[in-house]
């Protein structure tokens, strides 16, 4: 939002923000900005200066609040919650596939941004590191107008193509509504179910059998994502989204996966900021007696990292960083808890995607200076640790996606190489591998070898 003007509002915000929140990324991924017909950045970038000197944790980290309308009046956040609804699975998907989806094995996958941009430099070591899998946003204002016409334009049509040529697998995840279908004009989710639905039957016809997953959504538990205010009524909104999204998408192809929006691992429960992930997902599961599991074939789950060890959680086993320690929200195994409540709610059925995850190192990004306590060497530790553990303790995850592969490289070339989006990269700004790359490529290929 451009800004709130009641002082209570904003007060609101920055008590909730310096509290609790935390948030490893956001939907809108790095600005690059080539005009059409113009020459794409490639991986040469400026000489990288000396990072800032680390310093000790100050903020939370900051929900952006550009782009967003504020509501007129703000939601209040229900409570209590329902009870866990009675299980309603269907015993067969769309098409007489299974349902859910299941991959049959733990694949890896990586988030790149390949918009105008070099993609055989990211698509080459993707595939040479061992992941199967690209999760790649697009923003659905960009791809409709005026309503019912779609322009996918060459270059979605050429990323989709390379990616597939790679033999890599594409996931495509959904933000950003156009003015005209957000709520009050934003770009949060669409007011009518319809018009995503109507988007994604377009979106699967045109790329059929080049698509493999399509994610609806990404963090809506923010008001950020969600136009400007959101509370557990909009998690009940968007399982009517998904209920529409999963069955236009399945009368096109029955094969795509359908991955739920993952919330924001945060604790926050202030309209004008964010609900926790809790309450959200408990309001998704638990609407019209848990008919979400219907209509997903995995929980999309973004859990937390902050400078915490992969193994640690807080209360009973924290971490000794500095800062970030003290809630569950800042740690990689908050996916546990997750997992919990849809056992609570019934939906065990349902596989988890992890559809974002990785640690930010050394950064000058006010609020994620969690990252000055992580290493390249750490970051590649704890990569492989949460890697690990999924493998070997969470059967439950079918998907882990890590973030990100090539932020680095492009937030240089904006002249923002020690962005926070940058930090989370496996490859520095001229794309030479991280530790980070080298520790994943030997754990894949070691797990891989094992027959796993």
């Not at 409540?341 to 930010?360: K, N, Q």
């Not at 070997?392 to 882990?400: F, G, I, L, N």
Request: aromatic share 10%; with cysteine; hydrophobic share 40%.
């Amino acid at each position: 939002m451009a800004s709130l003007t009641r002082l209570v509002i904003v007060a609101t915000i920055l008590v909730a923000v310096a509290l609790s929140l935390l948030v490893a990324c956001v939907a809108t991924p790095a600005t690059i900005v080539t005009p059409p017909g113009g020459v794409p950045p490639m991986a040469v970038v400026q000489p990288p200066v000396a990072p800032p000197a680390a310093v000790a944790p100050v903020a939370m980290p900051r929900v952006s609040t550009a782009n967003v309308t504020p509501a007129p009046t703000l939601q209040p956040v229900p409570t209590p919650l329902p009870a866990p609804p009675a299980p309603t699975m269907q015993p067969v998907g769309p098409g007489g596939l299974p349902h859910p989806l299941r991959t049959g094995r733990l694949e890896f996958g990586v988030h790149a941004h390949l918009f105008w941009t070099d993609r055989a430099t990211p698509l080459r070591l993707a595939h040479d590191a061992g992941f199967g899998w690209i999760r790649q946003q697009i923003h659905w204002k960009d791809q409709e107008g005026p309503p019912g016409f779609y322009a996918w334009g060459d270059e979605l049509d050429s990323l989709v193509s390379d990616v597939n040529a790679r033999g890599l697998k594409l996931m495509i995840s959904i933000v950003r509504s156009p003015s005209f279908y957000g709520r009050g004009g934003s770009d949060g989710l669409p007011e009518d179910p319809v018009a995503l639905g109507n988007f994604v039957a377009a979106l699967a016809q045109r790329y059929r059998g080049r698509i493999h997953a399509i994610q609806i959504w990404n963090e809506q538990n923010l008001a950020y994502e969600n136009g400007g205010y959101v509370s557990t009524d909009d998690a009940r909104h968007y399982v009517e989204i998904l209920k529409v999204a999963y069955t236009r998408i399945k009368e096109v192809d029955p094969a795509i996966i359908v991955v739920s929006g993952a919330p924001a691992s945060t604790a926050v429960d202030s309209p004008g900021v964010a609900i926790s992930d809790m309450r959200y997902y408990s309001a998704m599961f638990a609407y019209e007696n848990g008919v979400i599991r219907n209509y997903v074939d995995a929980l999309g789950v973004h859990p937390g990292g902050s400078a915490n060890p992969p193994e640690t959680l807080w209360p009973g086993e924290p971490s000794q960083a500095q800062g970030w320690t003290d809630d569950p929200t800042f740690y990689f195994r908050n996916v546990e808890r997750v997992r919990r409540l849809m056992e609570e709610y019934r939906l065990a059925d349902v596989p988890v995607w992890i559809t974002e995850f990785g640690w930010a190192t050394r950064n000058d990004t006010p609020g994620f200076e969690f990252g000055h306590q992580v290493s390249y060497e750490q970051q590649a530790q704890y990569i492989v640790g949460a890697m690990r553990l999924a493998a070997e303790r969470y059967p439950w995850v079918d998907a882990m996606f890590l973030w990100n592969l090539n932020f680095a490289p492009l937030r240089a070339q904006s002249g923002q190489p020690f962005h926070e989006q940058a930090s989370f990269s496996i490859v520095t700004t001229d794309y030479t591998p991280r530790p980070a790359y080298w520790a994943v490529q030997q754990y894949i290929a070691a797990l891989r070898a094992a027959g796993r």
